[in-house]
Antibody, heavy 120, light 105 residues
Framework: QVQLVQSGAEVKKPGASVKVSCKASGYTFTGYYMHWVRQAPGQGLEWMGWINPNSGGTNYAQKFQGWVTMTRDTSISTAYMELSRLRSDDTAVYYC?????????????WGQGTLVTVSS | EIVLTQSPGTLSLSPGERATLSCRASQSVSSSYLAWYQQKPGQAPRLLIYGASSRATGIPDRFSGSGSGTDFTLTISRLEPEDFAVYYCQLHAWTFGQGTKVEIK
């Protein structure tokens, strides 16, 4: 079955960067877009962008352009999301989510989430 | 930018009751790109409905979606204990509503 296993919780200082990984299994990694969505404590969901694991092409939400980088390593079926210049309001749970093959905007299967805490 | 507004913010109901959740778009949208997700505390969201009215794989038929234009509805016909959660509507990939919490009365 489809599994998305994310890296563990991180604590970072303001101004630092964080890189979260999402290891996929149970399907052909390059066949499905991967989204990244975050959720601040007690808040709603915020879409950050997607990556096409086949081509490496990306589409970032305007808010995150110049600030987020999504990459992938097809040899190990893993997607990455790196956020730079962290601020305290970047404290959130970060999720990867596999898209539907036919509806690339649709987030079908989700990772367990990675808590990133930004604190001095 | 299209904004999705969900109402009510909190819905207090008893198991077995019917839940009706609303999602209103700030302008007319294609129902093809409207989805609903369920999220329980400490868990990732789960896709329930896509294309406004199609149930995702494995979703019980007590969940149904409807609507078009600017007004969309998620209905849970008879609440089961496991249905008490937060529900989000979504337009395309990038716009989420603020959520409706369905809590036990």
């Amino acid at each position: 079955q489809v599994q998305l296993v994310q890296s563990g919780a991180e604590v970072k200082k303001p101004g630092a960067s964080v890189k979260v990984s999402c290891k996929a299994s149970g399907y052909t990694f390059t066949g499905y877009y991967m989204h990244w969505v975050r959720q601040a404590p007690g808040q709603g969901l915020e879409w950050m962008g997607w990556i096409n694991p086949n081509s490496g092409g990306t589409n970032y939400a305007q808010k995150f352009q110049g600030w987020v980088t999504m990459t992938r390593d097809t040899s190990i079926s893993t997607a990455y999301m790196e956020l730079s210049r962290l601020r305290s309001d970047d404290t959130a749970v970060y999720y990867c989510a596999r898209a539907s093959r036919d509806e690339r905007w649709l987030q079908l299967d989700w990772g367990q989430g990675t808590l990133v805490t930004v604190s001095s | 930018e299209i904004v999705l507004t969900q109402s009510p913010g909190t819905l207090s109901l008893s198991p077995g009751e019917r839940a009706t959740l609303s999602c209103r778009a700030s302008q007319s949208v294609s129902s093809s790109y409207l989805a609903w997700y369920q999220q329980k505390p400490g868990q990732a969201p789960r896709l329930l409905i896509y294309g406004a009215s199609s149930r995702a794989t494995g979703i019980p038929d007590r969940f149904s979606g409807s609507g078009s234009g600017t007004d969309f509805t998620l209905t849970i016909s008879r609440l089961e204990p496991e249905d008490f959660a937060v529900y989000y509507c979504q337009l395309h990939a990038w716009t989420f509503g603020q959520g409706t919490k369905v809590e036990i009365k």
